[in-house]
């Protein structure tokens, strides 16, 4: 990418978008591109971070990883999206992995330059502490639901928030394993509760696509604690 390309696609991110043309102009001059295969991490949990990441093209996926290799997926970022602020703004280590589930490339703002730009520009800071308050409030939201939520309703939930309209349309890597990390279950068990909603015509599965088909009941599912 050309250095106005850069700057373009910064401008268009939540916390830059407020930076005048000489701080985004000075960004520009700190931000690594980087390309990234299917597989590939982008880095692991506890190495010093380098940066804020941001999705130029391509989807990626953060993850916890348990002692057992068991994954908790905690999100997806695509193109647009920022990530790894926690890890820019709490001593430098990064708190979870990030791989790419396709060919990716990212921007990566580095994060000496970033915490400078946070001191002299107030819009920034709030920015970042907006999008932070957010993302404890999803993470409370998940130990709610992993703690109280069944996984029917789990799934259901997931399924409501994916959807546009009556549709959720699945990428390749969107498989019910990367569905069953996502809401903290294994396949086995993923598995029987899709064939579950389909056998009570909730849903109708197709390779490229889920569709809806009673979702007032899938609601009511996604809402019980049971």
């Given at each position: 990418?050309?250095?106005?390309?850069?700057?373009?696609?910064?401008?268009?991110?939540?916390?830059?978008?407020?930076?005048?043309?000489?701080?985004?102009?000075?960004?520009?001059?700190?931000?690594?591109?980087?390309?990234?295969?299917?597989?590939?991490?982008?880095?692991?949990?506890?190495?010093?971070?380098?940066?804020?990441?941001?999705?130029?093209?391509?989807?990626?996926?953060?993850?916890?990883?348990?002692?057992?290799?068991?994954?908790?997926?905690?999100?997806?970022?695509?193109?647009?999206?920022?990530?790894?602020?926690?890890?820019?703004?709490?001593?430098?280590?990064?708190?979870?992995?990030?791989?790419?589930?396709?060919?990716?490339?990212?921007?990566?703002?580095?994060?000496?330059?970033?915490?400078?730009?946070?001191?002299?520009?107030?819009?920034?800071?709030?920015?970042?502490?907006?999008?932070?308050?957010?993302?404890?409030?999803?993470a409370m939201n998940l130990v709610?639901?992993?703690?109280?939520?069944?996984?029917?309703?789990?799934?259901?939930?997931?399924?409501?928030?994916e959807a546009d309209g009556n549709?959720?349309?699945?990428?390749?890597?969107?498989?019910?394993?990367?569905?069953?990390?996502?809401?903290?279950?294994?396949?086995?068990?993923?598995?029987?509760?899709?064939?579950?909603?389909?056998?009570?015509?909730?849903?109708?599965?197709?390779?490229e696509k889920i569709l809806i088909?009673?979702?007032?009941?899938?609601?009511?599912?996604?809402?019980?604690?049971?």
């Amino acid at each position: 990418m050309s250095r106005e390309e850069v700057i373009n696609l910064l401008s268009k991110i939540s916390y830059f978008s407020e930076l005048d043309a000489a701080a985004l102009k000075h960004i520009s001059v700190a931000t690594i591109q980087k390309k990234y295969e299917t597989g590939q991490y982008t880095f692991m949990e506890g190495e010093p971070c380098i940066g804020l990441y941001i999705v130029k093209s391509g989807w990626l996926r953060a993850v916890k990883i348990s002692a057992s290799g068991r994954e908790q997926v905690i999100r997806f970022v695509g193109p647009g999206e920022a990530f790894n602020e926690v890890g820019v703004l709490t001593g430098g280590v990064n708190i979870v992995s990030v791989e790419a589930l396709e060919p990716s490339k990212v921007l990566i703002v580095q994060r000496k330059e970033l915490l400078n730009l946070v001191d002299k520009h107030p819009c920034l800071a709030k920015s970042i502490i907006e999008n932070l308050a957010h993302r404890v409030l999803y993470a409370m939201n998940l130990v709610t639901d992993l703690s109280l939520r069944s996984v029917e309703s789990r799934l259901a939930r997931f399924l409501i928030d994916e959807a546009d309209g009556n549709t959720i349309h699945r990428k390749k890597w969107a498989t019910q394993a990367a569905i069953a990390a996502r809401i903290g279950t294994v396949p086995v068990v993923i598995n029987r509760a899709f064939r579950a909603f389909v056998e009570d015509n909730l849903i109708e599965l197709k390779r490229e696509k889920i569709l809806i088909i009673d979702y007032d009941k899938l609601q009511e599912i996604a809402l019980s604690n049971e």
